[in-house]
T-cell receptor
Framework: LAKTTQPISMDSYEGQEVNITCSHN???????ITWYQQFPSQGPRFIIQ???TKVTNEVASLFIPADRKSSTLSLPRVSLSDTAVYYC??????FGGGGADGLTFGKGTHLIIQP | SAVISQKPSRDICQRGTSLTIQCQVD?????MFWYRQQPGQSLTLIAT?????????ESGFVIDKFPISRPNLTFSTLTVSNMSPEDSSIYLC?????????????FGQGTRLTVV
């Protein structure tokens, strides 16, 4: 399993773009990168998943450089409601996504958005 | 997607007693997963529950402490046995889905357990 390293916490302001970087130097060829968001008193929620280059959905963008040893979750124009813990997970498509195998969560990044 | 309902949402229990947490999914799934999240911590996988066979436990978790049932493809229970204050945590169940674009996990709202 590829170990992931994220900042423990980040602060930003409403309307700003927030980028959270995750390092995963030991990522394997079959591994995907998946990000989850967790609000207090709720279970984690899937945000985005990618293998290489750039992935964008209605919530976020995920940037993955060619060597895939890191990835950056980009949240455009954050609001107070984006205050949450963000987890970066790396594993093959089943592991990282929670299909046949469970997930291994790191410590995550506590993102605090201020007015 | 998958909608997961957990019961109870929270409970306060006396040490030495047991609590059974129920997890209901709105569609049939092969695997269901149970996690624990201790206060201020990340999630830790307890076990994988596969219908028709015994659950598979992760290192540090044993069946005698956390017995799991999986009677059908939409339901599972996790029992926290002989509880101590160290078992105070949020317990979450989860299922995985593979769609056209992604493979993702869905989680219940969790059961907040306090042992006194």
């Amino acid at each position: 399993l590829a170990k992931t390293t994220q900042p423990i916490s980040m602060d930003s302001y409403e309307g700003q773009e927030v980028n959270i970087t995750c390092s995963h130097n030991n990522i394997a060829t079959n591994d995907y990168i998946t990000w989850y968001q967790q609000f207090p008193s709720q279970g984690p929620r899937f945000i985005i998943q990618g293998y290489k280059t750039k992935v964008t959905n209605e919530v976020a963008s995920l940037f993955i450089p060619a060597d895939r040893k890191s990835s950056t979750l980009s949240l455009p124009r954050v609001s107070l409601s984006d205050t949450a813990v963000y987890y970066c997970l790396v594993g093959d498509i089943w592991f990282g996504g929670g299909g046949a195998d469970g997930l291994t969560f790191g410590k995550g990044t506590h993102l605090i958005i201020q007015p | 997607s998958a909608v997961i309902s957990q019961k109870p949402s929270r409970d306060i229990c006396q040490r030495g007693t047991s609590l059974t947490i129920q997890c209901q999914v709105d569609s049939q799934v092969t695997m269901m997963f149970w996690y624990r999240q201790q206060p201020g911590q990340s999630l830790t996988l307890i076990a994988t529950a596969n219908q028709g066979s015994e659950a598979t436990y992760e290192s540090g978790f044993v069946i005698d402490k956390f017995p799991i049932s999986r009677p059908n493809l939409t339901f599972s229970t996790l029992t926290v046995s002989n509880m101590s204050p160290e078992d105070s945590s949020i317990y979450l169940c989860s299922v995985g889905r593979t769609g056209a674009m992604n493979t993702e996990a869905f989680f219940g709202q969790g059961t907040r357990l306090t042992v006194v």
